[in-house]
């Protein structure tokens, strides 16, 4: 458990609370993930916690060392700001608090942070300023990714209140936040103290609660499961319970609720009692929920619009059959008496009937992908490239190539499927290779960790098998490794090379079956290698 440092001298003696109830205040303090810290009025640091320490990158001295200590402080344009127009400075001297003003820190490592501070001057009992507390907010990934920091100041915002409060006057901390529900709990999680947050989630009055057990909270179902007792249970053992779910108001309506369970200690280590947190997220949870369902709406609607495309693909081949069959009788039958322009018009019917009749069967293997993901089983890479590469043996021959076949796994899979694969790029290679150069194709394999695969959409934490197909034919620009993979996606026109632009779409659609993925790494007139991600079975 944390400690909060609290000395008078430059001795760094551990000044002991006075009572319990302060004891409980200061751990509360110090179990805090964000930055805190006092300064007396003149500017030196008094108090601060173990997170502030972490934000800081240094322990600074008590007594010692001003707030600003020696780190470099700057605007969020990137211009150093005059440390009497920070915002502790700017409390100290008007005895304001500052709010929602973010700033740059440099720490003495150089490392910069964005930072939110929230700083609020303290009183004594004659309303003279003695000094002021200040709550670090780091924002920095934020900031980054450019997210909504509003409800985050919000909540730090109340929290902050808080704590000034308990500081001056402890039992008027607790209930001056009205963003967070704070409450303290004996060790039986009997409530022991209430503040204006708690009522504002829960609804119930302090006169209402206190001495009630926090089981009143929680959904029948959870507490059939004694989930309270669970909570209770893991913060006694490992300091603190975190959880989320739905809790129930005074007037049973539900609300989705983020909850810290913190152990609180005595000077033997003890546990006294708790103090819980709770954060109303409903919103949020809400959002999650409708964007989870709207998910699940575009999936279906994806697997309607995949079954009426092979349907529709499967209806069409019976007529198109038999537009081509009488246009060959036709041909042959009259085609020799027909005047030129006819009989290039028939020719041009037929030939366009022959390629609708290629992008339907096409058509059908893509769908059939999405449809039809039969069970998995163990299946033989090293049978299936044979197979694919026995298949075109002829037009392999005719090109003089080479076909160089490493040692591949076993892997469990869909047998077709990965057929298809492995059938889709070696034609590829066939089909773009160089008029002047006879064709070589290599395909090996390797055991890759998937913690080297980050940003790609795949479980990192699998063990992958990568199998590489290398040719030295055509291949294309590097700003065409992602659209090779598009549906109908052509990087030559239909009149230099035959087919509809699938085939690379139908390997990437069954490696998502397959929980891997495709990449495609070229250089135009150096060749291409397709790079396969298939996940090693945890057994195999």
């Known amino acids: 458990m944390q400690k909060i440092l609290n000395v008078s001298s430059v001795n760094h003696q551990y000044i002991e609370p006075r009572n319990e109830s302060e004891l409980m205040h200061k751990q509360l303090i110090a179990g805090l993930d964000v930055a805190v810290y006092l300064c007396d009025k003149d500017g030196f640091i008094t108090m601060f916690n173990d997170a502030a320490v972490q934000l800081w990158g240094r322990v600074p001295e008590i007594g010692k060392d001003l707030w600003c200590g020696s780190w470099k402080i700057y605007n969020t344009d990137g211009s150093e700001m005059p440390l009497n127009a920070c915002p502790m400075a700017v409390t100290l001297k008007t005895g304001i608090p500052i709010a929602g003003q973010d700033i740059i820190v440099e720490r003495p490592d150089g490392v910069r942070r964005n930072i939110l501070p929230h700083p609020k001057p303290l009183f004594n009992s004659e309303g003279e300023i003695v000094g002021a507390m200040n709550m670090l907010l780091d924002i920095t990934e934020q900031m980054k990714t450019k997210k909504d920091l509003k409800g985050t100041e919000q909540h730090i915002e109340g929290l902050n209140n808080s704590l000034e409060q308990k500081v001056i006057e402890s039992n008027r901390m607790i209930e001056e936040v009205e963003d967070y529900a704070i409450i303290f709990m004996d060790r039986e999680g009997n409530i022991q103290n209430w503040n204006k947050g708690a009522e504002k989630i829960k609804g119930y009055k302090e006169e209402e609660i206190l001495g009630k057990n926090f089981r009143i909270f929680y959904m029948q179902e959870d507490r059939d499961r004694g989930l309270p007792e669970q909570l209770i249970a893991e913060a006694v053992m490992t300091g603190r319970a975190v959880h989320e779910g739905w809790r129930l108001t005074k007037y049973g309506e539900k609300f989705w609720g983020s909850i810290v369970i913190t152990a609180l200690h005595d000077e033997l280590n003890n546990v006294i009692g708790f103090t819980k947190l709770t954060r109303n997220l409903t919103e949020r949870k809400l959002a999650e929920d409708k964007l989870q369902q709207n998910a699940s709406e575009l999936e279906a609607q994806n697997k309607e619009l995949e079954q009426f495309t092979y349907l529709a693909s499967h209806d069409m081949k019976?007529?198109?059959?038999?537009?081509?069959?009488?246009?060959?009788?036709?041909?042959?039958?009259?085609?020799?008496?027909?005047?030129?322009?006819?009989?290039?018009?028939?020719?041009?019917?037929?030939?366009?009937?022959?390629?609708?009749?290629?992008?339907?069967?096409?058509?059908?293997?893509?769908?059939?992908?999405?449809?039809?993901?039969?069970?998995?089983?163990?299946?033989?890479?090293?049978?299936?490239?044979?197979?694919?590469?026995?298949?075109?043996?002829?037009?392999?021959?005719?090109?003089?190539?080479?076909?160089?076949?490493?040692?591949?796994?076993?892997?469990?899979?869909?047998?077709?499927?990965?057929?298809?694969?492995?059938?889709?790029?070696?034609?590829?290679?066939?089909?773009?290779?160089?008029?002047?150069?006879?064709?070589?194709?290599?395909?090996?394999?390797?055991?890759?960790?998937?913690?080297?695969?980050?940003?790609?959409?795949?479980?990192?934490?699998?063990?992958?098998?990568?199998?590489?197909?290398?040719?030295?034919?055509?291949?294309?620009?590097?700003?065409?490794?992602?659209?090779?993979?598009?549906?109908?996606?052509?990087?030559?026109?239909?009149?230099?090379?035959?087919?509809?632009?699938?085939?690379?779409?139908?390997?990437?659609?069954?490696?998502?079956?397959?929980?891997?993925?495709?990449?495609?790494?070229?250089?135009?007139?150096?060749?291409?290698?397709?790079?396969?991600?298939?996940?090693?079975?945890?057994?195999?």
């Open 318 to 540: 019976e007529p198109l059959r038999k537009i081509i069959l009488y246009n060959n009788l036709l041909r042959d039958s009259l085609g020799t008496k027909l005047e030129p322009r006819s009989q290039n018009y028939l020719e041009r019917s037929l030939h366009a009937a022959n390629r609708m009749q290629r992008l339907i069967e096409d058509l059908l293997t893509y769908s059939k992908t999405s449809l039809y993901n039969e069970e998995h089983e163990k299946v033989d890479l090293n049978t299936i490239v044979a197979d694919v590469v026995d298949f075109y043996n002829e037009k392999l021959e005719d090109a003089s190539a080479d076909v160089k076949i490493g040692s591949l796994p076993v892997v469990n899979g869909i047998s077709f499927q990965l057929r298809q694969l492995f059938d889709n790029i070696i034609s590829n290679a066939i089909k773009y290779r160089k008029s002047d150069v006879d064709l070589l194709i290599t395909i090996d394999s390797e055991l890759v960790s998937g913690s080297h695969l980050a940003g790609k959409d795949i479980n990192t934490a699998n063990t992958f098998y990568k199998i590489s197909v290398a040719d030295n034919g055509m291949g294309f620009s590097e700003e065409y490794s992602q659209k090779v993979f598009e549906l109908f996606q052509r990087l030559v026109t239909k009149e230099q090379y035959s087919g509809n632009g699938i085939g690379l779409s139908i390997c990437k659609k069954i490696m998502q079956n397959h929980k891997g993925f495709i990449e495609a790494i070229s250089t135009e007139g150096e060749g291409a290698t397709f790079n396969i991600y298939l996940p090693k079975a945890k057994n195999g």
